[in-house]
């Protein structure tokens, strides 16, 4: 599934790229693909992104 489709991202591509640690930010995540934010309407899925792919299994089981 496409996340940006200014840049042609997609989900696994991202996800990858968001489990590096060395990956700070929306806009490190998309200098790390080889892309940079054109229209703007993906930064905040990136971010859920982000935190969902940094976010351990066991902590998102102890907020149900």
Not at 14 to 32: I, M, N, Q, R
Not at 47 to 58: F, G, H, I
Request: proline share 6%; aromatic share 4%; hydrophobic share 40%.
């Amino acid at each position: 599934m496409y996340v940006c489709i200014c840049n042609a991202l997609k989900h696994g591509q991202l996800s990858a790229a968001a489990a590096d640690p060395s990956v700070e930010s929306v806009p490190h995540l998309f200098k790390t693909c080889g892309a940079r934010p054109k229209c703007g309407r993906c930064i905040d899925d990136m971010a859920d992104l982000m935190s969902a792919v940094r976010q351990p299994e066991s902590a998102a089981l102890a907020a149900e």
